[in-house]
């Protein structure tokens, strides 16, 4: 990753976002004008999840201890309803160190001056989860085998996701990652995952929780699918249970429509037999 500058700006947004995903942002007034300088700049910015509400009236403590990321644009879209969204890359997590305020950023986005804009801005550092230069052989050797468990997981929720097998370039691209903590964020980015499942997430700091998190999220969707396709069957046989009692219902009654009309048949016989 390339060099942060001094300071960058913050935009907050009501939701959680996993490193190396692409996310469709429908921003603010306030953000707007900071993502439209950084989209020709193609400059970074942290985004921490907030409220535009919530994060108006936090204090710069608060602000530290929001999830935060690291992102860039990547493109701009402009809707027929005169709308723009921009395509952002989540790069990593962010741990934020510092910050300053009423900074004019859209005039100057790394070299903060005094103004009338009611920016934040913030020194930050990348916050990986995994720090391979302090791993004890131990920690290495586990983590190792943590991989190969979270992609067998990650195997699983592909097949049930994906029918028809068309996983192969995910399972790639997850395969081929050799940093754990990276290889762990590609299958969350990858997964169908709510906002309080990304939040819960994200909050994790230690390489064994972010593991477990992952195989929970698999064993939630294998679950859940296993119930879905249980009831599902449960209903089939229901159907062809009720499908067969109506043909057997029909059976009988032609079976006894016929013995009827024997029965009528037998009688006229007998009595032209009598006559």
């Known amino acids: 990753m390339n060099a942060l500058p001094k300071f960058i700006p913050i935009i907050n947004f009501d939701g959680a976002f996993i490193p190396h995903a692409e996310s469709l942002l429908l921003p603010n007034k306030r953000n707007e004008k900071i993502l439209s300088k950084l989209a020709r700049k193609v400059d970074k910015f942290i985004i921490v999840d907030a409220k535009d509400d919530n994060f108006a009236s936090m204090s710069d403590e608060d602000i530290k201890n929001l999830p935060a990321v690291?992102?860039?644009?990547?493109?701009?879209?402009?809707?027929?309803?005169?709308?723009?969204?921009?395509?952002?890359?989540?790069?990593?997590?962010?741990?934020?160190?510092?910050?300053?305020?009423?900074?004019?950023?859209?005039?100057?986005?790394?070299?903060?001056?005094?103004?009338?804009?009611?920016?934040?801005?913030?020194?930050?550092?990348?916050?990986?989860?995994?720090?391979?230069?302090?791993?004890?052989?131990?920690?290495?050797?586990?983590?190792?085998?943590?991989?190969?468990?979270?992609?067998?997981?990650?195997?699983?929720?592909?097949?049930?996701?994906?029918?028809?097998?068309?996983?192969?370039?995910?399972?790639?691209?997850?395969?081929?990652?050799?940093?754990?903590?990276?290889?762990?964020?590609?299958?969350?980015?990858?997964?169908?995952?709510?906002?309080?499942?990304?939040?819960?997430?994200?909050?994790?700091k230690d390489y064994k929780e972010l593991a477990t998190q992952i195989l929970s999220f698999v064993e939630h969707v294998i679950y859940k699918d296993k119930i879905i396709d249980e009831i599902t069957l449960k209903a089939r046989r229901s159907i062809d249970l009720g499908q067969k009692a109506y043909f057997l219902r029909e059976q009988m009654k032609a079976v006894r429509d016929e013995l009827e009309k024997t029965k009528k048949l037998a009688q006229r016989m007998k009595v032209v037999v009598l006559i």
Do not use: W
């Not at 790069?91 to 920016?119: F, K, W, Y």
């Not at 920690?139 to 097949?159: G, P, Q, T």
């Not at 029918?163 to 395969?175: D, I, T």
């Open 70 to 204: 690291i992102a860039s644009v990547s493109d701009r879209i402009e809707f027929p309803d005169g709308s723009t969204r921009y395509v952002v890359v989540i790069e990593e997590r962010a741990n934020i160190i510092e910050l300053t305020r009423n900074v004019d950023m859209v005039s100057s986005l790394s070299e903060p001056e005094q103004g009338t804009e009611q920016s934040v801005s913030a020194i930050c550092i990348p916050a990986p989860v995994v720090v391979l230069e302090h791993a004890s052989e131990e920690d290495l050797e586990i983590m190792k085998e943590l991989r190969v468990k979270v992609i067998d997981a990650f195997v699983m929720y592909s097949k049930s996701k994906d029918r028809a097998g068309n996983f192969s370039e995910k399972l790639s691209a997850v395969r081929s990652e050799k940093d754990f903590g990276t290889c762990c964020d590609l299958i969350a980015c990858l997964m169908d995952l709510n906002v309080e499942q990304r939040r819960e997430y994200l909050k994790i």
